[in-house]
């Protein structure tokens, strides 16, 4: 909201010339009342823009897929993408909408999947049951990085792809020893 830290955009130039417009905007449903994302992706839209943006890609920081999914159509075909987050779990609902956004709900969490979304499952189930407080330490494994990989025409501005990702431990591995050894 205005007169709070940050700006909720950012234009910067990628390594091949293509100006990135990068928007944050919040849902309000069952988290604090804050401006209107939808309006807010209008106004965010504009200013990148301004800034030369050729590509344009939304996050949304909001607890239902209804309202990131809602907003993907309401920005369609104005942005490349619009990627959901907060929730921490990976939703299966990638897809490129009519006007060339690609949209995921959900880009899910980065980080230890055996838990309650990155927490010890012990001390949540503990909350959960006896109602009391307690101490969230981290879980202990299977580290998973979870996003998506979207292909861009930077000449129009649009999603020709989407793919989710889901990659363990060993999979990651698997692609850094790849990198490497390619480079050497």
């Not at 939808?38 to 590509?55: K, P, T």
């Not at 998973?144 to 792809?161: E, F, K, S």
Request: hydrophobic letters at 40%.
């Amino acid at each position: 909201p205005e007169g709070t830290p940050g700006a909720g955009w950012h234009v910067a130039t990628a390594k091949n010339g293509v100006r990135v417009g990068v928007i944050n905007v919040m849902g309000r449903v069952f988290m604090n009342a804050i401006d209107d994302p939808f309006r807010s992706a209008d106004e965010a839209i504009a200013r990148v823009g301004e800034e030369g943006a050729q590509v344009i890609l939304v996050d949304m920081h909001a607890e239902t897929t209804s309202e990131k999914l809602a907003l993907s159509y309401y920005v369609d075909g104005r942005v490349a993408a619009v990627i959901g987050t907060h929730t921490h779990v990976q939703t299966a609902d990638e897809r490129i909408l009519p006007g060339g956004t690609a949209c995921l709900t959900d880009a899910g969490m980065t980080g230890p999947h055996d838990g309650v979304i990155g927490m010890d499952k012990d001390a949540v189930i503990a909350r959960f049951v006896t109602a009391m407080p307690s101490r969230f330490e981290t879980a202990p494994g299977d580290p998973r990085l979870n996003g998506a990989v979207i292909t861009v025409d930077p000449a129009t501005g649009r999603a020709t792809a989407i793919e989710r990702l889901s990659l363990s431990e060993e999979q990651l591995k698997q692609i850094t020893d790849s990198v490497t050894a390619a480079r050497t």
